[in-house]
């Protein structure tokens, strides 16, 4: 059973929205595919050399209108733009001085280096490669940058027999990173960062003007691919919500090549959501245009056997607030967050249900699942971490950041939700399940410890029904980011059975961890059984602080599509 369905929302300013999601409307595009089954500042890390603004370098063939035209808009920046935004002071959450800084600063490509020293060994279900993807700007930002605006950036680790293993980063190529690389700096505006306030309309102008003379060309993509990792169908690809995604090939020796954007062979031809749900026919059913009132961030979504579960919380997109001088991301105190659960089999969306769920914003959903009451009433179980204030990595706040992990249950007969927190006074962000159980019930899930934020001390394993929490913990001075989850034996497709002999949590856990004060960075692995670590690789050069990973095995890599 396959669904495809689209969110789309009109907005007036279409253009401006083109900027935030590559779409004539909000483009909270997603297609789902069912399968049955501040202490950012720190004395030990240098950051490495990022590229600076330059005089842009336009190409010979561009007429003597487009020669003029690139001139004149070049002295509005410099002469007009850049004074103003360099005597405006930035919140926090866009100042590229504190986004920027520490093991959250960018670094430059590496080529595949072999023979890492290694402690332990790789357990030989992980002989493949784990990539992690990131936001890593090429240029130096002129204005304001959030940590979502930087060009997409993948680092491979490749771990072989006779526990050997190679690493190596590269660029996602994509058509803006292709253009100011050709052009010398950045020309297309930070969707978050320079999109701020008053300025942020000067730049989106700017933007659309040189757009309009054949400066930049914008027909082909304005996204970074820098969230999310998917392997599928033979494909690695990079996505972020702005754009299609990327495909990035890993070829022999363990490196990457971006093979260019990729529409599902025509089946699509707008943006994907960073976190997609698919099956491995790769066929696409009919699309679905779901109305909702306001332009609505939602980064992720869950699905169950039956069911694909819609979050439409209270963190919008609103121009007006550019023109206050303010950001366009607000957080809307008058409205009341609520989950669509709509049926895998409804055709036109007409059979959709809203469940208020108030005062819930969960960036990342980890699971969802179907259970029945004693009165046989059927209930929609999300498994997600809820994050205080909703607003919290876009717009500066006084009070406290909390990310707890929540429970969440819709009464599909009366309506009614309930909501409450599984694990109190820890932030857990960035996770998974052991994906084979996506959609059903499962007992645990896999988290970072948030903790001290923005970064995270260590990984933690919740077990949801004894509300037990195992930690693995990097050490005094190391950090790291989400923990990725690979299970020892993969279950066969289609296979709905959670009484398997396998443990749901045989499996280990993957992810890199930077010593601040060593200023070394590893891949660990820890055995999820036992919460222990098993191995460690050293990489060659420094890894940042970033977003999301999967593992490609070695059986996947000889069947990728060339």
């Not at 948030?450 to 929490?469: I, N, Q, R, Y």
């Not at 660990?524 to 919460?531: F, G, N, Q, T």
């Amino acid at each position: 059973m396959k669904l495809s369905f689209k969110l789309n929302i009109h907005y007036l300013h279409a253009k401006f929205l083109s900027i935030l999601q590559r779409n004539q409307f909000l483009g909270i595009s997603y297609r789902c595919y069912h399968h049955h089954h501040d202490l950012r500042l720190n004395l030990w890390s240098k950051p490495e050399r990022v590229l600076v603004p330059q005089e842009p370098n336009y190409p010979l063939h561009f007429n003597p209108f487009q020669k003029l035209a690139a001139l004149a808009l070049d002295k509005i920046e410099t002469s007009l733009i850049m004074p103003l935004e360099k005597n405006h002071k930035l919140p926090e959450t866009v100042d590229s001085a504190i986004q920027m800084s520490g093991n959250f600063a960018p670094v430059q490509e590496f080529p595949v280096e072999h023979g890492l020293e290694m402690v332990g060994q790789i357990p030989a279900c992980l002989h493949g490669v784990y990539v992690r993807n990131g936001a890593n700007p090429m240029f130096a930002p002129s204005g304001g940058h959030h940590l979502f605006d930087g060009d997409g950036m993948i680092h491979a680790v490749c771990l072989g027999l006779g526990n050997k293993a190679s690493y190596s980063c590269r660029y996602t190529r994509t058509s803006r990173l292709v253009q100011e690389a050709q052009l010398g700096r950045s020309m297309f505006p930070k969707p978050i960062g320079e999109l701020h306030g008053q300025l942020g309309l000067a730049r989106l102008g700017l933007f659309m003007a040189r757009a309009g003379v054949g400066l930049v060309d914008e027909s082909h993509g304005t996204g970074v691919a820098n969230a999310g990792l998917v392997y599928f169908n033979g494909r690695l690809l990079a996505m972020s919500e702005d754009d299609l995604p990327y495909h990035v090939r890993i070829n022999g020796d363990a490196d990457l090549e971006t093979i260019g954007r990729f529409n599902f062979d025509d089946q699509i031809d707008c943006p994907l959501i960073g976190h997609p749900k698919f099956d491995k026919t790769g066929k696409k059913s009919s699309d679905l245009h779901i109305a909702i009132e306001q332009a609505t961030m939602i980064h992720d979504f869950a699905i169950t056997e039956n069911f694909v579960v819609i979050p439409d919380h209270q963190i919008v997109f609103k121009l007006s607030e550019m023109i206050r001088g303010g950001s366009p991301v607000v957080y809307d105190k008058k409205k009341t967050s609520r989950f669509g659960i709509l049926q895998q089999n409804d055709v036109d969306g007409s059979r959709i249900q809203w469940i208020d769920v108030p005062n819930c914003f969960c960036f990342h959903l980890w699971n969802a699942w179907e259970e029945n009451s004693d009165n046989g009433d059927k209930i929609i179980v999300v498994i997600g971490s809820c994050m205080n204030p909703p607003d919290s990595i876009f717009n500066e706040s006084i009070d406290l950041f909390r990310s707890e992990l929540s429970e969440i249950r819709m009464n599909l007969r009366t309506g009614e939700s309930t909501q409450r927190v599984i694990i109190s006074g820890m932030n857990l962000e960035a996770g998974q399940v052991n994906r084979q159980y996506q959609g059903r019930k499962t007992r645990f899930v896999y988290l970072a410890i948030a903790e001290p934020w923005p970064k995270c001390s260590g990984f933690a394993k919740v077990d949801l029904e004894t509300e037990e929490v195992t930690k693995f913990l990097h050490g005094a001075w190391c950090f790291g980011g989400e923990p990725f989850f690979v299970p020892e034996k993969k279950q066969k497709f289609g296979c709905n059975n959670n009484n398997d002999n396998e443990a749901e949590d045989e499996g280990y856990i993957m992810g890199l961890v930077r010593d601040e004060k060593r200023e070394i960075s590893e891949l660990v692995i820890v055995k999820a059984l036992s919460m222990e670590q098993v191995a460690a690789i050293r990489l060659p050069r420094r890894v940042p602080y970033e977003f999301h990973g999967t593992f490609v095995s070695q059986e996947e890599l000889s069947r990728q599509v060339k």
